[in-house]
């Protein structure tokens, strides 16, 4: 009996064993045969990768394939571009981690409350977030179709130990336009001519999205469709590791991190820095093999926490950046030789390999970092009394909700008054403000977006010095403020709808509420009557005083178009879908100030604006001009190019604007058009290097203050050629925040909510003081410098001298910006500047 029950053992074990191989046969077997069937990027595109740049689409089908061809691959969507191009990320893990995917994802949203459960390491390779930084795109397909078939021990020791997310496109608008340039200019010979027009891209070129916006730039401002998406998906996986691959100017050679030391933002644990050392080896590694030359430490920083590079650091994770020499096209020549975009290729997959290799060596401290950085004790999740930041949009909602929206896509909790506080002797209301607890999961981050410094170890920055929310959406803010969230809300109060009444005699709009530039352009589309006030007022309504301010819109209700009836519904419905409030009022006689029938109150004409585009201008401030007019105005911006405006007749339209750049090529006869167009009743908005060539045609009547001028502030004597770079860093205005002395009694400040205002100032130039009367608006203030960095000779220079000017001309006028007001389109503080050049300026005549 006893040797019959060792046999029947045996037997079972003989059987359990077949079975458990016949299941790692079939496995693999089946591995083998799903790879089988990828095709690499050459095989799937006919040709060798890098012998025609790839458009998104072409990037995306392939990205399709690896996903229905290998057990490894799955897709991720983070939404679509502006252009409807479809976003996909990669995720690329072993068959058995691909199963369990929900549970790893539910594991990653624990990571912030420094409780996460042990779990694969996550590592996050992404591409081409400037679409003419084409190598990176390339690269992804690669070593995408690497990890989706080799047999490498040490690849699938990677996979079976980590989850890799591959975006070979951050950008797939800008992407587009460069391939399909470059491309269109690609011959069978190669031509390596820097002047060829193969690498030198027509405006407003591909680097930057379809509004012509750095999305490099937009880490922490969400601006657009393509940003939000990716912070979505970078708060989903909380990645331990972030690689974000570029490319630079083609007289370079190969750049990764660590960047310039004294340039790390006082924010990033010194732990971050130390792990990027370390993982440095391993790049350097990979790069001595093929004899790449490669630098560090210089050039780039880690201060500006908006880059792709920079904003894992204060997330808890590790981002590196790395830059290749751009070929921009087939080849170049540069400084260090031939440049061939297959190399740029190869050395964007050989510091790929890199990273995956230096992650896993150091997954266990990338892990360990993460954990610390959630699981200080004042990085709680919010209940009872805390500290916190109380905020104030003064008047605009819409404003509020903008900043409430952003705060949350980076899963920062913001809390909402239930009654109107005092604080401060500041006036909080439930409809205009929010309360930010400081001990929260996202702290560090919230710290960061609130951050307020104006002295530096190093003067030197790769991008701005300041981007102080507080400053760009022009807040009141007290700092320190305990209140009980419990007694707060989570969510603002329900839309409560305009009740409006057709025996009223106007309905009134306070003109500080953001949307009401959406409400008036729409009701100008409609042909319904608006007027502003110029001056303030008081009416007596159901026995409540109601002041109004400078700016206010009244629309009477009796109107050539609809009845009083059908007027209050279209009002209703408007106020309803742009969240306006409207004041209905039945008397027409002011308590103080002007009647409603006043000559101080001025009808809004209707508006068609025209922009200059095209070589010289700066594209940037052209697509913040756009974006403003399509997603905030909802009016249509003619878009012209400088080389065809002599031929434009102007007469159509009532708005000109002219954005930072150089007019060299624009003779200066054409700023007599211009100065006609104006005594004709059209108003010229001008900006920044604009404003020297209307100077220069003798249409500007203020005297400007440029670089020559300013650079003569700064002593010399005694300086080494070693103070150079000193010396250029002072000289520098990479953004600084300026205070402003506001005219509130004119027209283009009103809806500003005060006499002081916030700008970003970035460029070197200034205005000279005029003894004009009624001409200056705006004045830098006494001591101008609110936030970041700038040099005391600058400060001391732009003291008390305009930065807004209004110049009469005829029935029209010339407004002269030293500043761009819609940075990044961020800088909601002070856009209205724009909305009140469009629909108040015009009445000035």
Known sequence: MLRLCLLLLSIVSLLVSFATNAQSVISVSSVSQATDNLASPSEFLGYPLGQWHLRHDQINYYLKQLAQNSPRVSLESTGQSHEARQQLT??????????????????????KTGKAPDGPLIIWLAYSIHGDEASGAHAALEVGYRLSQSQEPWVQDLLDKAVVLITPSQNPDGLDRFSTWTNNYTGKIKVSDENHNEHRQNWPAGRRNHYFADLNRDWLFLRHPESQGRIALFHKWQPHYLGDFHEMGHNQTFFFQPGVPTRTHPLTPKENQEITDKLASFHAK?????????????????????????YPDINGAVGILFEQASVRGQQQDSENGLLRF??????????????????????????????RFYQRRDKHPPSGREAGFLLSAQGDPARRDDLAELLNRHEIQVFYLKENMQQDRHQYRQDDSLFVPINQPQKTLLLALFDLRTEFEDATFYDVSSWNLVFSYNLQMARNVNLNVDDLLTQPRPYSPARLSPNDVAVLVDWRQQNAAPLLQTLLSEGIRV????????????????NMMPGTLQIPLTQAVLTPRGLVDRLEALAKQYDVKLQGVDTGLASSGIDLGSPDFHDIAPIKALVVTGYGTSSTEVGELWYFMDNL???????????????????????????????ANLEEKYARKLGQFAIEGGVIVAQKGALQWLSNGNLLKSDIREKRYFSQLFATDGLTF????????RQAIGGAVMALDLDASHPITFGLGGNRLPVLKNKVFGLSKTQAPFVTAATYADDPLLDGFLAEEYQRSLSQTPAIIVERHGKGALVALADNLLFRNIWLGSQKVYANSLYFIPALH
């Open 633 to 663: 105005v909802g009016a249509p911006l003619t878009q012209v190019d400088v080389s065809r405006l002599p031929r434009i007749d102007l007469t159509p339209y009532t708005h000109v604007f002219l954005v930072d750049g150089s007019y």
């Open 722 to 729: 070693g103070d150079k770079a000193r010396l250029d860093a």
């Open 286 to 310: 990979a790069l001595d093999e093929s004899k790449q030359a490669y630098f560090t430490k210089q050039m780039f920083d880690d201060f500006y926490y908006g880059k792709g590079s920079t």
């Open 531 to 546: 007027k502003f006030a110029a001056k303030p007022f008081s009416l007596k309504v159901k026995g409540h005083t109601l």
């Open 342 to 371: 297959s190399q740029a290729i190869d050395n964007q997959i050989a510091t790929s390999f890199s990273s995956l290799k230096g992650a896993l060596a150091l997954a266990d401290e990338l892990k360990q970092y993460q954990s």
């Open 90 to 111: 990669a995720v690329i893990t072993s068959a058995p981690n691909q199963a369990r995917l929900a549970q790893i994802i539910a594991g990653r949203q624990q990571v």
